[in-house]
């Protein structure tokens, strides 16, 4: 089969070509997929990039995010069929013509969904989903903060807020040129990091915001302590610029803020509680197929397209979410 495969670690995509691969065969607990649609992520540069716990050996085929239908299933398998329209979240290998996945985080995809939107579903839109309610524990009417406002998953947090009856949108960007893209993705300030940064926020939101989501490790832990309300919730759930581990701030900086620090991770929620994943992942879909929810997805043609889009990511360029046609 043809599939996305890197062959070292690499800072650019001189190390990824579309090369032939063995059929995957599913496991225990696993079914293989016949892959339509792929998503693209972030995670998958930080996979390229070689960082501890993301790649298990080389060569490498990536790949989280999965829509197609189920080809075969492993024993102990019930509840899915060869031949039914699935999206599931995969360890790795989703880039493929075939993936395998837990049939735990596999589920049906709903007739009225199109597989390429679906795509966007089993890590990003479910990430999204689970950020801002597992973690995050939104309420009614309440702030949100989220930095790399214009990516994928800060498109998507901005489509479900709404959606889930929340409040204020604030967006960080990394740069100016981003700013209409978060802007149009559905924020209602949309702040570029730089020094005026924290004024900015306090200014859209004088009595603290309420949830603070953060891709960007530690860097900005500090300012997202300053500009969060009595109550409010920072979730972390991203190491973006790859840096070192930071221990937290000592427990009385939390108490005089009266915040919390929660951490995020698909992968973990996978292995640890992976019906927290499927039922996230079902919701979305549920919310898709009723028409309030819609994310706008760039479908790429082919894998061959995928590597510039890595690239795109790697150097904090992509806007939106990325998909690509794989059948
Ligand atoms: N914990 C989980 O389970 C989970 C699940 C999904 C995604 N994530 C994380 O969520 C973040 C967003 O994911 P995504 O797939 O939607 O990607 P994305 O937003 O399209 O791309 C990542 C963004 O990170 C920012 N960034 C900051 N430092 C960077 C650096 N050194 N190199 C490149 N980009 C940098 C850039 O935006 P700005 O310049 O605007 O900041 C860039 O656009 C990623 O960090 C990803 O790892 C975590």
Redesign the pocket.
Known sequence: MQALVMTGPSRGSDLTEVGDMPVPEPGEGEVSVDVSHAGV???DV?ARRGEPGYVTAWPFVPGKEVTGTVRRVGPGVSGLVPGQRVAALTPSGGLAEVAVAPAAVTVPLPDDVPSSLAAAAP??LT?ALLLLTDAARLGAGESVLV??A?????SAVARLVPALGGGRLIGT???AD?VQAARSAGYDTVVVRDEGMGAAIRAAAPEGVDVVLD??GVELLELDLEVTGPGGRIVL??N??GGEASPLPPHPRLMRGNVGIVG????ALTAGAPHRIARGLSRVLDLIAEGLLDVPVTVIDSLAGVPDVHQL??D?R?SGKYVVRIA
């Open positions: 992520n972030f995670i930080m890590l990003m990430s930095h790399s214009s990516g994928g998953v800060g960007v990394g740069r981003k891709p960007l759930f991203g973006a610029g995020f991770s698909a992968s990511l790697a904090g992509g």
